[in-house]
């Protein structure tokens, strides 16, 4: 019989207040093997552990129950405490009295008093026969994987490089900058986004501890946390990236002309093109889709121009393998696609655009090197009028959320507007106004004050052209008026949607998604860059829409929480995980169709099924379907969990 | 195959030339519309209040009958099929109201009928490339604009006919016969609707608005699905000449009217004589009569 102790917790009176603390730890000292029940104002605190470390020395315990709060705020705590004073940590268990018996049952004291009784003797059942267990050490491999080469996977990247880590930069398109690089200019401080963008992107390029592949996706993961075994999907850009040295006369020769989805469809781009002047890595990749050769061979003119035979037509694809400790899932955002929206004429009027394209207009190096003209005809737009919340905020058809950048980036254009137009007049139709970041108010307010941006507030109820014009129908809300204005531009803040292919990426990593295909983090306060599942990180748009300030400082973070994950010796996981008995398992393997975490496999020699102790998270799925009894999952066995349950029918 | 066809009121007296019409080019179309026995009033508005259980008996009951003789019930006015359509989804969904008013009407409905606006059986049943294959007079790039409402389109949830902001059915229908559609902002706004009794000055504006829109995009004539937006579009243009000194008439016709037209009806079946703004000249224009 072991010797137990039991601690009951005031938690001030948040326990206490509801609780009878002290009948409960008088008749649960009544029990036999119960040699210690005390109770205590916080037993968190320093004097409260100490509690708890002088009885199991005075008293010799074998076994410990804290009666407190849930075990995910401070089972770690106790267990560490335990440990000090000589005893196995695994041999100590939270019984909640907190979340499931005080706060639920406030107004049912006597009640709330027995069901406290009854969750310490379950948990005294299960400490009854925990075993001694230690936790599982695995080597781990210090290289990274990240994902997306936006401004997230750039600065998440060079954090990583600069601490020491090898980390290998995979990117969908064929140059570095993801969206940051379609930018003007940034808020609030007005600053040209491209050339801060271009020092890191030189950075990267340039930097011995990265390895950037372009125009590349994750193919295939396998292992788990500080053992990740990666494919990459390399795709042939027909382009030798060794020889070409963007000369551009490539480009030159190209016969073929499309609109170019970088500059939103306002411009032109070749064939054979960078995905936009000055871009990094400076090199050309030819579309096949639209390139003469592979249509009909029709056309070489690139091939025979190249003063250095870069030119491949031949080039395949490639698998490149990689072993990586931890991944950064950073695959940044779309805008919401013009065939979802039926309103505002978006994708028929030429002259409605959405943000992003405005910004290729405003652009220095953009499709009309930074003038504001309107696409129908080129004449400069007199009248602008920029709406927000254009699919965002609206649960009933589009997406419930706020995209959280676009009321200050509308406020960024209507002012640069006004700065180029200083005749021209901008209305922006809001619902509200969110401008919370360091500095953003008082942009916003200037804007408004200064620069004579009118600001309407109220929705958009029809966009058409007539006369020339696009005609905005909406309403201010605020004098009840219905407005008609005969605009030159619309633009349109369009809402952010995780970008394509997160969902099939995330469930290759087993990441999860929430309904809108946002990557979920492990937990929205206190592990917001970790997802759900262990050593794969999150940085940027792909979790949540955020401004470059904020994906930054995500980014950096994330880099920081992978550089304390690796610069352990070994990796440390807890043993509460499934184990088989060898001498029951028939090998059915129905325990490995249902793991989650592809943590069981058939061990065919032997005929039995195993347990990958490090891929196992001991959620239970394949006790609960083994039709022998063959799994057990480490000190919550169905013995323990059959006395537990019976201490309360 | 024949459909059955709930007239309505406004069609049994003031526009007699839209139900009949429909019911002539329906026998050039093949099929039949079968008039539903002993029919009633729909109740002309679906409840705005959500307890109002008696105003959807008259539906109801009209729904029931219909379910006894076949599986779709077809409508021409817009504010029949709005009403009957609500109440058919509210009684496939709602299964308490669904039992109160069954068992207050002895009745079994369970909201199993198809409720299509005659419109939609030309797309659906018939098939708007087997329409153009039948006409015999194409409408000679006519340029019509196509007046929705908001009957057909709003709630959207409950109606279902087409995208309600940017709907294309109506087009696709006008260009089956030869037709050219004239788009116009004010396709889906409202005419008025009943302010032409209360406020008629009201609706006197919208029909103002709604008109010299179609006609700044090029529009010829109106076509409409629905016999108060008709009226309002209609018959108040001597009213709207009264109030814009630069207000120019247009015709307005029911789509069947125009229909019955490409068909190659008799024009002096077409109840043009019913129209306030005569049509006859500018079909004599185009030389469709």
Known sequence: ?649 | MNYLYFPGCTLYTKAKNFDQTARNCSLLLGFELIELPNWTCCGATFPLATDNLMALLPPARILARAKEQGEILTTLCAICFNVIKRTNHLLQRDGEKREKINEFMEMNYLGDLKVLHYLEILKQEIGFSTIKDKVKKPLNELQAAPYYGCMLLRPFEEMGFDDKERPTLFEEFLESLGAKPVDFPYKIECCGSFQSVGSPEVATECAYRILTSAMKQGAEVVVSTCPLCTFNLDQKQSDILKAHLDFKTIPVLYFTQLLGVAMGLDPRTLGFEQNAVDPIPLLKRKGLV
């Open chain 1, 1 to 649: 019989m072991r010797r137990l102790g039991v601690f009951i917790c005031h938690c001030g009176v948040n326990i206490a207040g509801t609780v009878d603390v002290k009948k409960v730890a008088e008749e649960i000292g009544k029990i036999e093997d119960v040699c210690h029940s005390i109770d205590y104002i916080y037993m968190c605190s320093e004097p409260g552990q100490q509690l708890i470390r002088e009885a199991i020395q005075e008293k010799q315990l074998e076994g410990v129950v804290v009666a407190c709060c849930s075990p995910s705020m401070h089972e770690n705590t106790f267990r560490k405490a335990v440990k000090t004073a000589g005893m196995n940590p695994y041999l100590c268990e939270i019984a909640n009295i907190r979340e499931q018996c005080s706060w639920v049952h406030q107004k049912e004291k006597e009640e709330a008093t027995r069901k406290a009784m009854e969750i310490i003797q379950a948990t005294l059942e299960k400490v009854r026969r925990n075993e001694e267990l230690e936790p599982l050490a695995m080597s781990i491999n210090r290289n990274v994987l990240v994902i997306g080469g936006g401004i997230a996977g750039m600065t998440a990247s060079l954090d990583l490089a600069q601490g020491g880590y090898e980390v290998f930069l995979v990117e969908k398109g064929p140059a570095l900058g993801g969206h940051m690089a379609q930018l003007s200019k940034t808020f609030p401080d007005l600053s040209p986004a491209f050339p801060n963008l271009l020092a890191k992107a030189l950075e990267i390029v340039s930097h011995p501890k990265i390895e950037l592949f372009c125009c590349s996706e994750l193919e295939e993961v396998k292992g788990y946390v500080g053992n990740f075994e990666i494919i990459i999907h390399k795709k042939a850009t027909y382009v030798d990236w060794t020889r070409c040295n963007g000369c551009a006369r490539c480009i030159e020769v190209c016969p073929v002309e499309y609109p170019s989805s970088f500059d939103r469809e306002l411009g032109m781009r070749k064939a054979v093109d960078f995905l936009y002047p000055n871009c990094v890595p400076k090199r050309v990749k030819v579309t096949p889709t639209q390139c003469r050769y592979f249509q009909d061979r029709s056309c070489r003119k690139c091939e025979e121009v190249c003063p250095e035979k870069a030119i491949q037509f031949d080039q395949k694809d490639e698998r490149i393998h990689r072993k990586v400790g931890a991944i950064v899932i950073a695959t940044g955002f779309d805008l919401f696609p013009k065939e979802r929206l039926g309103e505002y004429g978006y994708g028929e009027i030429p002259d409605v655009i959405d943000g992003l394209a405005f910004e290729r207009m405003l652009s220095p190096d953009g499709p009309t090197r930074g003038k504001i003209l309107r696409p129908s005809d080129g004449r400069v737009p007199k009248e602008m009028v920029f709406i927000q919340c254009v699919a965002s905020r609206d649960p009933d058809r589009y997406m419930p959320y706020c995209s959280r950048i676009c009321c200050m980036y509308t406020a960024k254009q209507a002012k640069m507007y006004k700065e180029q137009v200083p005749d021209g007049q901008p209305y922006v139709f809001y619902m509200d106004i969110r401008s919370d970041g360091k500095g953003y108010e008082e942009f916003l307010q200037k804007t408004i004050e200064e620069n004579g941006v009118l600001y309407l507030r109220g929705r958009v109820s029809r966009v058409f052209q007539e006369d020339g014009k696009v005609k905005v129908w909406g309403v201010d809300t605020l004098t009840g008026k219905g407005i008609e204005i005969g605009a030159d531009l619309v633009v349109l803040a369009t809402a952010i949607i995780p970008s394509e292919g997160v969902k099939e990426l995330a469930a290759k990593l087993r990441a999860t998604v929430d309904k809108h295909g946002f990557l979920t983090e492990a937990h929205i306060k206190l592990y917001p860059v970790e997802s759900s599942t262990k050593g794969i990180y999150l940085a940027g748009c792909g979790q949540s829409p955020k401004d470059i300030t904020d994906t930054v400082s995500q980014a950096s973070a994330t880099a920081g929480k992978i550089q304390a994950l690796l610069s352990t010796d070994k990796l440390f996981q807890d043993p509460l995980i499934a184990y088989v008995d060898e001498t029951v398992c028939s090998g059915c393997g129905i325990c490995v169709e249902i793991c989650p975490y592809e943590a069981r496999e058939m061990d065919y020699r032997r005929g039995i099924s195993i347990v990958h102790v490090a891929l196992c998270q001991g959620c239970g799925a394949c006790i609960a379907s083994c039709p022998n009894f063959a799994c057990e999952l480490r000190n919550s066995s169905s013995v323990q969990t059959l006395r537990m349950v019976d201490t309360f029918i």
